[in-house]
């Protein structure tokens, strides 16, 4: 059961992944691609990281995807962009073929270690995601934590300097 | 036989990432570029969760906490450049982008 769900999931993240590059009009892109992220979240949930399923819906679907629709529906291009030549396309498609064919091989010659952690998900289901996930952050990623503030900060006053009028 | 082993999760996010490079070396739309570039990291962020569960480990799930980080400071700055180059040259078609080619 818990199969044939995951494959109707996976399923629908896959065909709106080939609708985000085959879609003439970027809105439509934009659109296949709050698809994919909300079956990335519903995977999420499935493996029992509720607190990120949150954030994906949150920061990309909600943050990520309105700017991007922002940014298309302020320059009003429609499909103004004409497509790549036949061949440029066959040779991207072949590289990106390529790496799939080298992962998937990777993957079926390997298998995962049998070490386990400490989190099971009864621990999760008992302490709560959210609360892990700040004991992690807030204790072993202090430094990091404090250099995505930092890189957020450039990044609002970057955003802000590059749009002003005389650049 | 019938469970959902790590190896399917990693399949899916194998497949969505080189979608992702497909989209990012046959668009010439600097945006559909970009939406493959979180599509991408999307893939990259499933591994990472789907790793973390089944090796009942927590430090996975802060990586993809911060890869959200970057990929919320890179949307707001990549975006910005955008509009920026769009109002100095009217197109934002990739095969556009040499400002810095003499």
Known sequence: MELLFFYLVALVAVLSG????????????????????????????M??????????????????????????MLLNLGTAVQARTSHCIAWGS????????????????????????????EVVAQVGHTELIGQAMFT?????????SILLLVAIVGAVVLTKREV | MFTVTVHHYLVVSAILFSLGTIGVLTRRNAIVVFMCIELMLNGVNLSFIALSHFLGNMDGQVFVFFVMTVAA??????????????????????????????
């Open chain 1, 18 to 45: 080939i609708l985000v590059i085959t879609c003439k009009s970027p809105i439509n892109s934009a659109i296949s691609l709050v698809m994919t992220f909300f079956c990335l979240a519903i995977f999420y949930v």
């Open chain 1, 47 to 72: 493996l029992h990281a509720p607190f990120m399923a949150a954030i994906q819906i949150m920061v990309y679907a909600g943050a990520i995807i309105v700017l991007i629709i922002f940014v298309i």
């Open chain 1, 94 to 121: 072949v590289v990106g073929a390529l790496m799939m064919l080298l992962a998937m091989t990777f993957l079926k010659g390997g298998e995962t270690t049998t070490v386990q952690g400490e989190i099971t998900k």
């Open chain 1, 140 to 148: 072993n990623f202090l430094l990091p934590f404090e250099i995505a």
């Open chain 2, 73 to 102: 400071a890179e949307a707001a700055v990549g975006l910005a450049l955008m509009i920026a180059f769009f109002k100095h040259k009217e197109s934002i078609d990739v095969e556009d982008f040499n400002l810095l080619k003499w």
